[in-house]
């Protein structure tokens, strides 16, 4: 309840302060479509231990089918969002169909072979996708012409996923999802339906990836293929970790903006910050896996993540 | 009520089960014994759908459950304890049991409900105390007791249990004993055991086991005198 109350309260006030802390009101924006992403993912990663290496795919795709649908139907904001939200479920859910009666090294494996599809596609597909390219010239509604209101119509929609991913993590759907990670055959043996738990957390956690991407369209006012890279995949995997998704349902958060800081804050030093953001990600791994939530926390990996 | 008729099995090259036939009767407590290899558990694994036979059929109630998957056969109230232990590691004891509640099973797709619930099932096996331990740092003894506690949670109609005292001492295997013989008056269990002196004081008909078959079977005081089973290795 603190962190949510915390978390909230940061980003809900982060226009009147980000400036003074030397930093820009844009960030704030990337930051929550960024934290969006990373907690659907960790849907997957944190609650039910599916390790997705491809999720950038579900990510663009909400991306491409934002800025498809205003290029090509309709200018309402309304449906160009719910266009990215059900293309990315649409997507995953398919997905899903291939991935979920697999567990560990090859579902993972084979959630980079779907990302790359997407992604190949996004490249060569270039009378819809524009190629390389990517679409330029997505507008954004007159109402959100200024970066505050931007802010805060992400803000909104960053406060509702919040609130139903965190609800989620401790309805029976999200228990019952870590007690798959935690004993798949036992569960088989109770009675669920593991297979269908396993989809339809893949579904979710690519809708939720959609709609981040349709946030991202919307705010960089582009969609380009680079969003769907096994690289840019690889990002919200850190971030992830990094933070601490393993053991904390607020994980993701940290790890995203630790990551857009460093990237901000590193990178106004050296160029190559990547490559100590990467190296960081590594002594994380090997020295304090539950990361920076797990070392905030001291009953880490408890039944009932905080 | 439970039958298996004709359980064929093997893995490869290697036969395991050979023409094994059990009828495990209502209200009973029916042992099966054999040494290690003897395909006991193979032969739990076949009818708790863990396995499909390679021939043979396996009915509850009348019906055919051959080759229906886990899930299918733990929902018609056929519940299994493993020997090897197969818990929630990370939830309580309490969470581990409403879990595996036939509730928590109809409302496990609910993304808005609560994960609550009650079960008295911890206090029947001897852990209402330790409800908000989690299942790993039980001792050995109380994972164990837990382990029935997750297959009884689920209200089954028949039980089975793996070699439920493996690994344990005298005290804790007199423990569940009790447990065992306390659950004996309104379930109907089957119950696969080495250790005899165990089996002997709980079940009303045993089925030995060797080499993938079912040897020899009867009342406890009926194969006490069968020279069968005295010369075989269940008997060491």
Known sequence: ?306 | MFEAAHLHKRFGDHVVLEDVSMTFAEGRLTGIMGPNGAGKTTCFNLLTGRYAPDRGRVSFQGRDITGLPPRSIARLGISRSFQVMNLFDEYSALDNVLVATPEMRSRGFSMLGKFSGYSDVLERVGLGDKAHVRAKDLSYGDRRALEIGVALAARPRLLFLDEPTAGLGTEATARIAALIAGLKRSLTIVLIEHDMQFLFGLADHIYVMHWGQVIAEGSPDALRANPWVQRSNAFN
Not at chain 1, 73 to 91: D, E, K, Q, R, T
């Open chain 1, 1 to 306: 309840m603190f962190q949510l109350l915390a978390t909230c309260a940061v980003f809900g006030t982060l226009p009147f302060w980000i400036k003074a802390v030397g930093l820009y009101p844009y960030l704030g924006v990337e930051v929550m479509i960024w934290v969006i992403y990373a907690l659907g993912f960790n849907l997957l990663l944190g609650t039910a231990g599916l390790p997705s290496f491809g999720h950038g795919a579900y990510f663009g795709v909400g991306a491409y089918a934002f800025g498809l649908t205003q290029l090509n139907f309709s200018s309402n904001l309304g449906v160009c969002l719910g266009a990215a939200i059900l293309a990315g479920a649409i997507a995953g859910g398919l997905v899903a169909l291939f991935l979920s009666h697999r567990r560990g090294i090859y579902f993972a494996l084979l959630t980079i072979a779907f990302g790359q599809i997407f992604w190949f596609v996004a490249i060569k597909w270039h009378s819809v996708t524009r190629g390389e390219d990517g679409l330029l010239n997505i507008k954004r509604p007159a109402f959100l012409a200024d970066l505050d209101s931007l802010y805060y119509f992400c803000f909104a929609l960053f406060v509702v996923v919040i609130l139903f991913l965190w609800r989620l993590q401790s309805s029976p759907f999200g228990r019952v999802l870590a007690a798959i990670r935690q004993n798949e055959t036992r569960a088989r043996f109770v009675g669920y339906h593991v297979w269908a738990y396993k989809w339809l957390a893949f579904t979710l956690s690519a809708l939720v990836a959609g709609l981040a991407g349709g946030l991202f369209s919307l705010a960089q006012q582009s969609a380009y293929p680079n969003v769907m890279s096994l690289h840019q995949s690889g990002l919200v995997v850190m971030m992830a970790l990094i933070g601490g998704g393993l053991v904390s349902f607020w994980g993701p958060v940290l790890g995203v903006v630790l990551f857009f800081v460093a990237r901000d804050l590193l990178g106004a030093y050296t160029e190559t910050w990547l490559l100590w953001y990467g190296l960081l990600f590594m002594l994380v791994v090997l020295f304090k896996p539950e990361g920076l939530a797990g070392m905030l926390k001291r009953d880490v990996r408890s039944g009932a993540p905080a």
